[in-house]
């Protein structure tokens, strides 16, 4: 008994049931690869949405340290923070908190356009009390499918952390702007 396949029956005929099943795979095709698209995307969409997130831990983290420590941390390549290498909102470019800011979003390493800080304590800076890092960073879509769902939303961060060294230029606590649309938490409000 000699068995052939389908498609070596319909490549060679043009009857009605051949052009049949080639049209049903068409339709499976333009169902199915919609849904794998979205996929995709989502994948793609929420990897990089997690990567920022963790670049944000991380600098939040990192800031923190630097501020229970030292309020003057060092810009990076022997520079001076100012506003040419340093994005800030509704802060003034200069002192401790300025300079906290500034670390802390170098050391997040995303968009300063795009990121918030708020460095926040029970005045006056006192060795032993926390002090609190807030972040925020405008999430949004990188393939532009997710677009409504991601853009206009931030990912926030926050640590406390004790002050292991005393400041006598670090007067009150010092915030960004927040994002559009956003606010800060009860933990990083200076009201």
Known sequence: ????????????????????????????????????????????DFASVYSDFQSLRQGTREGARQTSVSTTPGPPAAKSWDSTNCQTFGITTSGDGYDLICYTKNRIGLSESKTRVSVYFAAPWTPGQGVTICTQYAAGSLTGVFGSLLNGHAIQSHLEIRIEQPSGTFTGPVQETPLPGTSWPASCSQT
């Open 1 to 44: 008994m000699v068995t052939r396949s389908v498609s070596r029956v319909c490549a060679g005929s043009r009857s009605r049931r051949c052009r049949g099943e080639r049209g049903q795979a068409l339709v499976e095709t333009a169902i199915v690869l919609p849904l794998l698209l979205i996929l995709v995307f989502g994948m793609i």
